[in-house]
């Protein structure tokens, strides 16, 4: 692998959780377990590895998985970069692929018409400032 190609991807966070030793039902993406990061009695850890998203309830801090890394290693991003390049986590594409993103230019939104001038046809109230 190319190290172009490594910097758009980042471990893909069921591979992080399970390093960590975190217990996680695989067959679901989403889910509470208890958090690495602190001594936990119940689970408040929730994640969600569809989108790569993982949050504690109890001490607050949430993120990817990169920011797992960071936390868990207290390293900062590039240290997290490199420790999961070492220990060869599986990878997930940073960008998306072909994936449909809501509300982006990507994901075929809706045409909105422009605005015309002509408000004479339109009807309706049309505040003082406008007129």
């Avoid at 009695?41 to 929730?46: L, V």
């Avoid at 018409?113 to 505040?127: A, E, F, N, Q, W």
Wanted: charged letters at 25%.
């Amino acid at each position: 692998m190319n190290d172009d190609r490594q910097e758009h991807e980042k471990p893909a966070l069921d591979a992080v959780l399970e390093h960590y030793g975190v217990d996680i039902n695989s067959q679901r993406a989403m889910g509470m377990a208890r958090c690495p990061l602190h001594e936990d009695n119940t689970p408040s850890f929730s994640y969600n590895t569809d989108r790569g998203l993982w949050k504690c309830h109890s001490c607050g801090k949430g993120g990817d998985s990169f920011t797992l890394i960071m936390e868990k290693e207290e390293t900062d991003f590039v240290g997290a970069r490199t420790l999961a390049t070492s220990l060869a986590l599986a990878t997930r594409d940073v960008g998306g692929g072909n994936e449909h993103v809501s509300g982006s230019a990507y994901g075929g939104r809706r045409a909105v018409p422009g605005h015309s001038r002509d408000r004479s046809r339109r009807g309706g109230y049309v505040p003082a400032w406008r007129r």
